[in-house]
């Protein structure tokens, strides 16, 4: 029964999350194996880093009683196993993968050590052409704009989660979420995790597996 995370896109700020307590409102998706509805069980309770200062969030978890397993529900302004904001990690992965600085300065503004940060980089362009070729699909699939592979995987990458996230902000709700929240979100929070795996992309209701590189 290992607890698989699922990523709503929660457009609060994180200030609002945080003052909810156990009391933060969340949706009910359905159970992403059975389709059945997953019942509220329980949470815990979490760190994130947002503007510098480490706060706790809770995390409700819902379960799913005919497949015996439990999801835990993240807010899309986390990602898996990261303390930091998804817009401080997209932050840092814009203007380093995008060329634009140096990981030091661009850790120095986000106010993270750039271990840290570099980290962030490195398993984001490890991954860049898997998730570029993702998330220009995910355009196509959402009506947006065909995106050629840009010059170096990292910028091809950004360029194509801004092109999904184009698209996506027609559709209701997306726009205010920032375009950090919603990869977060349609990655399951695993946009810069260890998977070996095409990310899942999943946009509202609808699911979406993209083509896994050549
Ligand atoms: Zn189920």
Do not use: N, Q
Request: with cysteine; proline share 9%.
């Amino acid at each position: 029964m290992s607890p698989v995370a699922i990523v709503w896109p929660c457009p609060l700020p994180v200030d609002a999350y945080v003052a909810a307590g156990k009391r933060v409102e969340f949706p009910r998706p359905d159970c992403l194996s059975c389709g059945g509805p997953l019942m509220y069980w329980s949470g815990y309770w979490r760190h994130v880093r947002a503007g510098g200062r480490c706060r706790k969030i809770f995390v409700p978890r819902l379960r799913c009683a005919p497949c015996r397993v439990s999801h835990a529900l993240l807010p899309a302004f986390v990602l898996a196993w990261r303390l930091d904001t998804a817009e401080t990690i997209g932050a840092v992965i814009t203007e380093v993968a995008g060329g634009a600085c140096g990981v030091r300065p661009a850790a120095a503004r986000a106010g993270v050590p750039h271990t840290t940060a570099r980290g962030w980089v490195r398993r984001f362009c490890g991954r860049a052409s898997e998730l570029g070729i993702a998330f220009a699909a995910l355009a196509v699939e959402l009506g947006g704009e065909a995106i050629r592979p840009a010059a170096g995987a990292g910028r091809f990458a950004l360029a194509a989660i801004g092109a999904a996230f184009g698209a996506a902000a027609g559709l209701p709700g997306w726009l205010a979420m920032g375009r950090w929240r919603f990869a977060s979100s349609v990655s399951g929070g695993k946009l810069i995790a260890a998977s070996k795996s095409s990310p899942f992309l999943v946009v509202g209701r609808r699911r979406f597996i993209p083509p896994v590189p050549p």
